[in-house]
């Protein structure tokens, strides 16, 4: 096993070599300073993700030719399957790092002693909101908004104004126009549902007791539950060119950006589609390093990495989210049609960690009766 | 006498020892975990009743509708010379030894409706179908047909001769096939969790889901345990109920009573067979031919795909490495089945009436299913004792107990049925009594013997329940790859889906019917 | 007056012919003993008459109208093998009763003390000797009170004494029942016990 690995990482070097050289500038430090240790020169990093984990190849060479180090990166289904791996082998970790654990799961894995503390030197150079999110143990990679997406084209054609509010959406006026992925199944969905958590669950603004009321309302003005976002975004979402007929969809801020980049033919002028901010539920994506991993070192320099400029630099347009370091550069597709929420929805960690299978229980009840 | 009894038990007690405690230990896990305070929120959860009631739904519709189309070709295959007999017994019979996740892929692109109730049992039906005709079809082809002459010369017409004379009599057969049916749709999971809906997970579904995706391991095992009790129950009642439906009848020869169909009806019973068997032949066949179909028309392209992945950013493994796997697990799996079950059935034999208990042990499996025995040996490692993981033998072992029960089945009876006048007249031609066991029974021992290998082989190989518990991430088979792929988006990952069930399908058929060459015909059995 | 005529019947058994230009006449309440070997398709004829087989060529007539094409359950042709056939997941009382149209318990009373078996309605047929199981089949039949009654070798199975001794009786069950018969049997003092008539095979292909 030992000689393959070996095998693997002189092959994969003698390919980068080959290769033509890396023209980025900038450089990480401690991957500079890294690359002079002999022990990390052969070795390869397993880093267990998500199904929906994207990079961009070039960035992954450049890191491999700059530091010796090899990184694998192993899908392990969806996030709540992959954190779930992670906890079940604590001690015999199936890999060096974890990537994509959200703060839906963050305390789970934590509490488990899935990670072995690390903070990246680079820390600082972090988003202030995000900086402390960690606590010395993850490092915060990126993070999205899961908001209702609208489709303005459909409101524009049948005359009727957008709702603006998830207050509104209990409108008779918007009977009938909302999709929504089911929680127990769906990512986005558990989002969407620990956002109107957030937002009702002290009562709210008046509108609803609870948010118990709030889905009782929303159930009885005709929500429509699927089980994954492609069906409701794909299927049922009169934008997602599936020929569905509702307007409204659980989806990303980042969806409409995405709209334009894999448009076919000639890319629109603008999305059809907008997002409405009071809905949006923040979701922040960590890396940390797998304890019990035996090559600790090398992993923690892939910490460092993913959080450098080039790959911070690669992750919106590779994955749709934005980048957690501060300095970095936005595509102007997300400048341009991206607004991010001045007060996004969120819960502490450790109140999803406690409640969140309560929670869902609760929902399947009023909503799928 | 007495104390080369005591010698042979102590000898024997030493590896009967180890078969119980490695079919129990996963077990005693499951219960270890899953009896305690802890159980009250998942038990009293209404969530966890609508799990039982969904999973109890599907299993009596694909009961239902298994023996309602399994009875008339039963008739026909049994009762009346249908030309290419043999050949409609073995197509139909193939689904039960198919891999499921090949099974649910396989409908999962067939049916034009995914993600229902309707197409797990379809797809039930389809495995479960070739069975039910077997155990109901050796019952009906026994049947003296003058019964029913007496009926009709007694004025009853054929529907109320059915109905009042065959079906009364057929009724353990019935019953033993809806029993069985019933079992293996209730505890089915490879099917469910590929062709079902997220939203509606069955108990089986639902247990993986807790322990695999939701962290909720005590759950899975008060789950786990849950099943067990009603699976229980139902074995239980349905011998008190075969006791009752029970009926002393004198059989006849089943070649005899078979005759060339003449009335219209028996000539639609026949045409049914060939239409069923077509049926069952399709999902098969329509697998092929979406492995072919690619996005230029027809090719290989998925088969090179398969062999040689493109490079992407994550890591791709080749899914015919898994296949390799596979084999190399399932040979390991067929290795420690066939050890162990050579061992049980001799324990069983030798202790006689005092081995039915460790008869029932070596069962097991076949009760609490495979994905209790996958979560045993999880929970093992994760709350008990003993870490396994990451140990090579651990998947293989998993299969091994998955397959105990059927190797055990296969050889149980061709032991039992051995003439013991035959090691008599061996003995008194001046053989010793180790060379007059192996001249009496040594050919169809071995014979037996491989015939349980090939079936051990042919499960291990298809296994997933227990495996999808057991496997590491950078060392899957190719039924856990069919179903990794199967969550990725994109054609390219469906299509190298199709061409790995394609060949796990192949070579499970092959591993079947070379077994079913090398059967000694005799004893019964499976 | 004749009740039942099959007239040049020819049967076929796996291509081949079996028997050919058959006849063969019964009266009114006449009982015929129909002699032959083992072997000889004395049975297959039988059960052409009850019609649970079809003859290849020739008719089979009821009081004049034929009755090939009238499945067996309408023929009223009872019909008793070697074999009791008792169903086996019924009482005797209830096998007796099977072909009635709405049970009568008083005759399926009556019809067992007719055979000798008072008393046995809640037996289990599996309990029965060979000869009381053939007394309740013969019951059972009587019972649909069918239009001619077919018997194939009933006391084939029984020891002597006792096929003796169950010949007088249905002898003399039958002339009281006043029902034709046919009864089929390889034994010629049987047949000339039962029978106004006795006729062989050969004869009625002859």
Redesign the interface.
């Known amino acids: 096993m030992r000689i393959f690995t070996l095998g693997v990482a002189a092959a994969a070097l003698a390919l980068t070599a080959c290769s033509s050289p890396n023209t980025t500038g900038a450089q990480s430090s401690a991957a500079a300073d890294s690359s002079s240790s002999a022990a990390l020169q052969n070795a390869t990093v397993?880093v267990?993700?998500h199904?929906s984990?994207?990079?961009?190849?070039s960035v992954?060479d450049d890191f491999t030719a700059e530091t010796g180090i090899a990184v694998?990166?192993?899908?392990?289904?969806?996030a709540?399957?992959m954190?779930?791996?992670a906890?079940?082998?604590v001690?015999?970790p199936?890999?060096d790092v974890l990537y994509g654990v959200d703060t839906t799961l963050l305390t789970?894995a934590v509490e488990?002693g899935v990670f072995a503390p690390y903070t990246s030197p680079d820390a600082g150079a972090l988003r202030p909101e995000l900086a402390n999110l960690g606590v010395g143990v993850v490092t915060p990679i990126d993070d999205g908004d899961v908001c209702i997406n609208v489709d303005d084209v459909w409101f524009a054609d049948n005359g009727i104004v957008p709702p603006a509010t998830l207050d509104e959406l209990l409108d008779p006026a918007y009977r009938g126009l909302l999709v929504v992925e089911?929680p127990?199944?769906s990512s986005p969905g558990l989002a969407f549902l620990l956002g109107t958590i957030a937002r009702y669950r002290e009562g709210g603004d008046g509108v609803t007791e609870s948010w118990i009321d709030y889905w009782a309302g929303l159930r009885d003005n005709d929500v429509l539950?699927v089980?994954?976002w492609?069906e409701a975004y794909y299927t049922e979402f009169t934008g997602g060119g599936g020929g569905g007929d509702r307007p409204l969809v659980v989806s990303y801020s980042t969806s409409p950006p995405a709209e334009i980049i894999y448009a076919e033919g000639t890319p629109p002028d603008r999305p059809s589609t907008s997002t409405m901010l009071d809905s949006c539920y923040r979701q922040v994506e960590f890396a940390g390093v797998l304890a019990g991993s035996d090559q600790p070192e090398a992993a923690q320099r892939v910490i460092d990495w993913l959080i450098s400029p080039q790959v911070q630099a690669d992750v919106p347009l590779s994955m749709f989210v934005f980048p957690a370091r501060a300095d970095t550069p936005l595509p102007d597709v997300f400048a341009e049609f991206v607004t991010r929420p001045q007060v996004p929805l969120e819960l502490p960690a450790d109140v999803i960690a406690a409640q969140r299978?309560r929670w869902i229980?609760e929902w399947?009840?009023i909503v799928?009766r | 006498m007495t104390s080369t009894t005591t010698r042979h038990t102590l000898w024997a007690a030493l590896p009967l020892a180890l078969v119980a405690v490695l079919v129990l230990l996963p077990v005693a896990m499951v219960v270890a975990v899953g009896w305690g305070p802890d159980a009250l929120p998942v038990l009293t959860?209404?969530?966890t009743w609508r799990v039982i009631g969904y999973t109890t739904f599907q299993a009596a519709l694909s009961t239902i509708g298994s023996l309602a189309l399994a009875m008339p070709a039963a008739y026909a295959l049994y009762r009346l010379r249908v030309p290419g007999r043999r050949m409609w017994l073995a197509i139909l019979t193939i689904p039960f030894i198919l891999p499921t996740v090949v099974v649910g892929l396989a409908f999962r692109e067939l049916l034009p409706f995914p993600?229902t109730t309707a197409a797990i049992v379809v797809a039930h039906i389809f495995f479960n179908v070739g069975l039910s005709i077997r155990v109901i079809g050796s019952l009906w082809g026994h049947l003296?047909p003058?019964?029913e002459?007496?009926?009709?010369?007694?004025?009853?017409?054929?529907f109320t001769?059915f109905r009042?004379?065959t079906l009364?009599?057929l009724?353990p057969a019935i019953s033993a096939a809806a029993i069985l049916v019933l079992l293996f749709t209730f505890t089915s999971f490879g099917v469910v969790l590929v062709l079902g809906?997220?939203?509606l997970p069955t108990i089986e579904v639902d247990i993986y889901t807790r322990?695999?995706?939701?962290?909720?391991l005590t759950g899975a095992a008060v789950l786990a345990l849950v099943q067990f009790v009603i699976v229980a129950a139902a074995i239980v009642v349905s011998s008190i109920m075969s006791d009752r439906l029970a009926?002393?009848?004198?059989l006849g020869d089943d070649e005899m009573t078979r005759r060339l169909p003449?009335s219209p009806i028996e000539r639609v019973a026949t045409g049914y067979v060939v239409v069923l068997a077509v049926a069952v032949a399709v999902p098969m066949l329509s697998l092929v031919v979406r492995s072919l179909r690619v996005s230029d028309g027809w090719g290989f392209a998925w088969y090179a795909e398969a062999v040689s992945p493109t490079?992407?950013?994550?890591?791709s493994v080749s899914a015919l490495s898994t296949l390799t796997r596979s084999l190399e697990y399932a040979g390991l799996a067929t290795v420690i089945a066939v050890f162990l079950g050579v061992i049980a059935t001799a324990g069983i034999l030798a202790a006689r009436r005092r081995g039915r208990w460790l008869d029932g042990a070596v069962m097991l499996p076949l009760g609490v299913s495979a994905v209790t025995v996958g979560l045993g040996l999880?929970l093992l490692s994760?709350r008990g004792p003993i870490?396994l993981?990451?140990w090579t033998v651990l998947v293989p072992l998993g299969q091994a107990l998955v397959a105990l029960p059927i190797v055990v089945r296969v050889l149980l009876p061709v032991l039992r049925s051995t003439d013991p006048r035959m090691r008599q007249v061996a003995a008194t031609l001046g053989a010793g009594p180790l060379r007059a066991w192996w001249a009496a029974e040594g050919p169809i021992a071995a014979r037996a013997t491989a015939v349980g290998a090939a079936f051990a082989a042919a499960v291990s190989l298809g296994e997933f329940g227990a495996t999808a518990f057991l496997v590491?991430?950078?060392t899957p088979t190719a039924p856990v790859q069919i179903v990794?792929l199967l969550?990725?988006?994109g054609e390219a990952n469906i299509g190298v889906a199709t061409a790995l069930a394609v060949l796990l399908l192949l070579l499970t058929v092959i591993i079947v019917s070379v077994a079913e060459r090398i059967r000694p015909r005799r004893g019964g059995g499976w | 007056m004749t009740v039942l005529e099959v007239s040049d019947l020819r049967i076929d058994y796996e291509g081949q012919v079996l028997l050919d230009h058959v006849n063969l006449t019964v009266g009114a309440g006449e009982v015929v003993a129909l002699l032959g070997p083992s072997g000889s398709g004395k049975s297959t004829l039988l059960?052409c008459i009850?019609?649970?087989q079809?003859p290849e060529s020739g008719d089979i007539r009821w009081e004049g109208a034929s009755v090939l094409d009238i499945?067996?359950?309408?023929r009223?042709?009872?019909?008793v093998?070697q074999?009791p056939?008792l169903?086996?997941?019924r009482d005797v009382g209830a096998n007796v009763a099977?072909?009635m149209k709405a049970r009568d318990d008083n005759r399926v009373a009556h019809l067992l003390t007719l055979v000798g078996l008072s008393g046995f309605q809640r037996r289990?047929p599996?309990t029965l000797s060979g000869g009381e199981a053939q007394r309740v089949a013969l019951a059972?039949?009587l019972a649909?009170e069918?239009r001619l009654l077919?018997l194939d070798e009933p006391f084939g199975a029984l020891d002597t004494d006792l096929r003796e001794r169950l010949v007088r009786e249905v002898r003399s069950l039958l002339t009281s029942a006043g029902v034709p018969a046919i009864h089929v049997t390889h034994d010629r003092s049987e047949a000339d016990a039962i029978s106004d008539r006795v006729v062989t095979l050969a004869e009625l292909t002859g």
């Open positions: 397993r267990l993700t199904d984990f994207a990079l961009s190849q992954i694998e990166f192993i899908p392990a289904g969806d709540g399957e954190v779930n791996r906890v079940l082998s001690g015999a199936e890999a789970r488990a089911n127990a199944t539950i089980n994954g492609s299978d229980e399947t009840q799928l | 959860a209404p969530s993600g003296d003058r019964l002459q007496v009926g009709a010369s007694l004025g009853l017409n054929p001769t009042r004379i009364p009599l009724a809906d997220p939203a322990a695999m995706q939701r962290l909720d009926v002393r009848q004198r003449q490079e992407g950013t994550t890591r999880l994760v870490d993981r990451g590491r991430l950078e990794r969550g990725r988006p | 059960r009850a019609g649970v079809r499945p067996a359950y309408r009223g042709f009872g019909l093998f074999d056939l169903f086996p997941h099977f072909g289990d599996s059972r039949a649909a069918p077919l």
